[in-house]
T-cell receptor, first 116, second 115 residues
Framework: AQTVTQSQPEMSVQEAETVTLSCTYD???????LFWYKQPPSRQMILVIR??????QNATENRFSVNFQKAAKSFSLKISDSQLGDAAMYFC?????????????FGKGTKLTVNP | GAVVSQHPSRVICKSGTSVKIECRSL??????MFWYRQFPKQSLMLMAT?????????EQGVEKDKFLINHASLTLSTLTVTSAHPEDSSFYIC???????????FGPGTRLTVL
């Protein structure tokens, strides 16, 4: 079974600075999807960014980018020019392609605090 | 696009009663919907996968008779917590995937409090 590990329970960053959240995963599959979701205090889960494992190019969405290292099974999220609204829980998630399973496997999350 | 709604957002009920939570995909058809439970300061725990027109697939340890799931249409799935007890109090979140896609979009969640 796949597992997702987020080793940083909490992180903090100064407004306008850059922060990187770590995520590693364990799988024997060669193709899969990876996601970062954000859960602000409202508790609404919001998709931040997604990556297909077969794509070598790292995904980017405005201030959010990933460093996808397939061999190392690492999928870190970089937030540039941090804003107060970025404060939230961030969850890394894995989705298998094989076997028809659409389930997401989540990490335990990283709480990000943005200091003014 | 890809908006998922949940109703109600909050519900308080007495122990022993049943509560129904609705999950709707508003602007897309979802052949598969998912139900999660989230305890405070914890990650999401998948309870079941709901497929339109067929029986839901429950995760290990989730009581099928307690958490009834119905996926009657491509835009609606319901979770009914039967004979609710205080330990069922939690935050319940649904998600839906676009047919043919691979991303799940989440509803805003329902906070259930059982007195």
């Amino acid at each position: 079974a796949q597992t997702v590990t987020q080793s940083q329970p909490e992180m903090s960053v100064q407004e306008a600075e850059t922060v990187t959240l770590s995520c590693t995963y364990d799988t024997s599959e060669s193709d899969y999807y990876l996601f970062w979701y954000k859960q602000p205090p409202s508790r609404q889960m919001i998709l931040v960014i997604r990556q297909e494992a077969y794509k070598q190019q790292n995904a980017t969405e405005n201030r959010f980018s990933v460093n996808f290292q397939k061999a190392a099974k690492s999928f870190s999220l970089k937030i540039s020019d941090s804003q107060l609204g970025d404060a939230a829980m961030y969850f890394c998630a894995y989705r298998s392609i094989q076997g028809g399973s659409e389930k997401l496997v989540f990490g335990k999350g990283t709480k990000l605090t943005v200091n003014p | 696009g890809a908006v998922v709604s949940q109703h109600p957002s909050r519900v308080i009920c007495k122990s022993g009663t049943s509560v129904k939570i609705e999950c709707r995909s508003l602007d897309f058809q979802a052949t598969t919907m998912f139900w999660y439970r989230q305890f405070p300061k914890q990650s999401l725990m998948l309870m079941a996968t709901s497929n339109e027109g067929s029986k839901a697939t429950y995760e290990q340890g989730v009581e099928k008779d307690k958490f009834l799931i119905n996926h009657a249409s491509l835009t609606l799935s319901t979770l009914t917590v039967t004979s609710a007890h205080p330990e069922d109090s939690s935050f319940y979140i649904c998600s839906a995937g676009l047919a043919g896609g691979y991303t799940q979009y989440f509803g805003p969640g329902t906070r259930l409090t059982v007195l």
